[in-house]
Each structure stands twice: as C-alpha cells, then as structure tokens.
C-alpha cells in the first residue's frame, strides 16, 4: 500500500474516533503530498522516498513550532504541536541511536581519512548520504565533530 493511500484510510478511521490532533496532523501530510505530486514537472506519483522526506519537514516544523512556544510560555499550543509530532513520527522510520551513528561516523571517518575538524565536510557529506532519513542531521552534527575533535 502506498503512503498516500494509507494517510487517506488513516483520516477516515480519525474522523469516525473524533481524533483532532491526529486528523489535523494526517490533513497537514495530505495537503503535503498533494502539492508535491502536482507540482509542475511531476507525473502524479510521489516516490516512497520523497514522501518520508516531506513527512520529515513537517516532523521537524512541529518540534521547532513546539519549542517556540515552550519559549513563549504558551504551553498548550506545545503540546499540540508535540502531538502532531507524535502522529507524524509512525509513518517516519526508525531513527538511529546515538551510538549506532558514532559506530557509522567512526567507520566513515576511517574510510575517508579524515584526520582532525577540518575534514569535516567529507565527513557529513558521506554520512548525511548514508545516513539520509534514519537520523537527525543536528544529532549526525553533533556527533561527527565529536569524533573528529577526539
């Protein structure tokens, strides 16, 4: 089943539970999709790929929206930013530990020959490939410097 066939019987089963937050945040994924499959140049289709991508964003636009109004003291509309965060984060895939990314950060910087911070760039550019969609790209940050500071 693709993704945009599951979101549509996903809305539904929200609407018959009366489920706001998660309908809210199936409807933002849905308006996604659309606009990327109709997006001129585009055939209609929407790779598996490029689905958890844009599943991704607003993943991450809820969490930024959330810390934002944590910063403003307004505390229920973070948690219903952090809800929809919730709901967007079953159709995202597994995201890797910290430790699982140092075991892959330490081998590509063995690869690659990387010997202090300044190679940094051939760092991230081989891990983010590897890595795309399974990690943080901050957390990745994080630890690459980490590793190449040691």
Known sequence: MDLTTQINQDIKKAMLAK??????????????????ATKEGNSGEISEATG???????????????????????????????????????????????????????????KVGAKGPSDMGKVMGSTMGQLKGKADGSLISKVVKAELNK
């Open 52 to 110: 958890i991508s844009i599943i991704q964003k607003l993943h991450k636009q809820r969490k930024d929206a959330s810390k934002i109004y944590v910063e403003q003291n307004r505390e229920d509309l973070a948690q219903e930013e952090e809800a929809q965060a919730t709901v967007l984060e079953a159709y995202l895939p597994k995201q890797m530990s910290e430790e699982e990314i140092t075991l892959v950060v330490i081998a590509i910087i063995e």
């Open 19 to 36: 489920e706001k937050v998660k309908l809210a945040a199936l409807r933002a994924i849905k308006a996604a999709l659309l606009l990327e």
